[in-house]
């Protein structure tokens, strides 16, 4: 496994691989990796030949200085759990190599930006959208893997994609959870063992109200409220937004139907933590 850390050395790399026309399977990252990243790599390991992961925490997709100073980092943690992964390649750039210069480009999807967690991280998706195209231009991918977890990202990447006729196919990958339910996310270790506990009730919510969907109850302001009410007995719990969706459109639905996504946004603590589940 090789690492590199400027633009010029992965252009050298990736440069190599074209000529071998081994396909390319990229998966990026911000790091202090966990089992849902590594799932992401080992469907990458799958489907393509050569495999980039790149370790940037991206500060123009945060919106608040605190979260991006918490954010955890480590990464020989991470170098030693992609070593074990065997994937080819690692970009672990700073922050003044990839912004040396302050990018005037603007990118926005505002359909599908404006909608869930872009109601309340303004400028978030918008930075998301300029590090992965930056990101792609440089590792040249043929697939790229993101998770369903971060939903509305990968399809907004996905339509990114397609609008700019990138030929760059975007996989979407499971959402991985801890043995007790909750997601995992690098965040989770900012949490206290109380405050754990209180995130449990947001997997246990969802799947509550999808079992209330399932014996019939399709009013989405009556399932909303039942998430809502279980999250916030935990007394760290403060849920930011409750929606059922259509997964093409993230349009809110009055009347929930099978396929329908629920997102949610809490806060458990200081820390804030997305879900989601199919109906
Ligand atoms: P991040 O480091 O949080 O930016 O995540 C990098 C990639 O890993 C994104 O495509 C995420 O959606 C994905 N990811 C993070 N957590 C999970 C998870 N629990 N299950 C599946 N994919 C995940």
Redesign the pocket.
Known sequence: MKVVYTKNELKQEIQKVKKSEKTIGF???????????L??VEIAKKETDYVVVS?FV?PKQFNSQEDLEKYPRDLQRDLELLKKENIDLVFAPSETEIYSEEPKLMMDIPELTNKLCGKFRPNHFQGVLLIVNKLFHLVKPDKA???????Q??LIIKRMVEDLNMDISIVG?????EENGL?????NVRLSDKEKEDALLIYRSLQIAKQEFLKGEKNSEVLREIIKDIIETGKNNKVEYVEIVDPETLESQKVAKSKNMIAVAVYTGNVRLIDNIEL
């Open positions: 998966v990026p990252t911000m790091g202090y990796l966990h089992q849902g990243h799932s992401l370790i991206n893997y993101f998770g369903k977890k971060d939903y990202q990968y990958c499971p959402l991985v959870r997601a995992m996310s690098s965040r």
